[in-house]
């Protein structure tokens, strides 16, 4: 398959999920992915804050240390299991399949699509919740300059298609809250984007008291420090500017966007934001998972 294939490629649907096409390609590699009891997964909804988790995650795994961090890129130090595209980015299974235990994975998949023996292996997980209208918009930007996804139109349009589940992964509401139930019987530390944005270096002892790991003050205000979004959107190791351009325009709209919370604001209209919390109301009804909007 050519490159050009790929790109502005309507969703493939795999097993009732729309996927990006280029990673629906061969999926069988992700069905049939050994994953190994020491494994430690970092799983969202996409635009959660994975990238800050995982940059978060391996510098804690490193003590500190950013002499990897600089040099190789977050796509080989936490590689995302279903990433692939041939010819253009290497497939995440490839990687993970060539890396020392203890890895690190990322992964955006529904529990439904998480390979089989990864239950098997009770694999330990760090899911990153962000409030929908923030991951909405977001979503959005990253559609725009994310060429292996279809184009989102207008934001109007695209809100609709976010409310719908019409985007990649399907249904924001769905994963939040079935990941949600799952903790009752699964090792998941579940977090928020907001409260790492309110007190990082509260919520990056909980990660470190997750993962067995014990580091110093100095050591911890370290990694607050490294994982600030300037310094993480100057990164070229994080800020995703090593991906070919034929798959992220960074002129469109950079990866590393604005990295706040509240930023619907400045997209939803009075009625779109009356229209969207009236459906979120029906949606998310019953589920004891709370979100906040703004800090
Ligand atoms: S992806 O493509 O799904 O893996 O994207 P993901 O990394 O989950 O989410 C990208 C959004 O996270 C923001 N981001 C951060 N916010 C605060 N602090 C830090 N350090 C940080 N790093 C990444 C990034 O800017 C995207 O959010 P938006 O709202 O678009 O800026």
Redesign the pocket.
Known sequence: MTSPDIIRHDWEIVHGYPMVYAFSINWERVEQFQCKPQDVWVI?Y???????M??IMDLIKNDGSVEKQGKVPITERVP?LEAAAPGIIPAGTEILEKMPSPRFV?S?LPISLLPKNFWDNNCKVIY?ARNAK?VA??FY??DRMNKFHPEPGTFAEYLEKFMSGNVAYGSWYEHVTSWWEKKKDHPILYLF?ED??EDPKREIQKVMQFLGKKLDEETLDRIVQR???Q???DNFM?NYKTIPTIMMDHDISP??????AG?WKNYFTVAQNEMFDADYEKKMHGTTLKFRTEI
């Open positions: 969202t996409p635009k959660s804050g994975t990238t800050w995982s940059e995302m990322k955006h990153v923030d918009v977001s930007n990253f984007y790492i944005k994982t600030s979004f310094t993480m959107k994080v990866f590393m966007r604005k990295g706040i930023d």
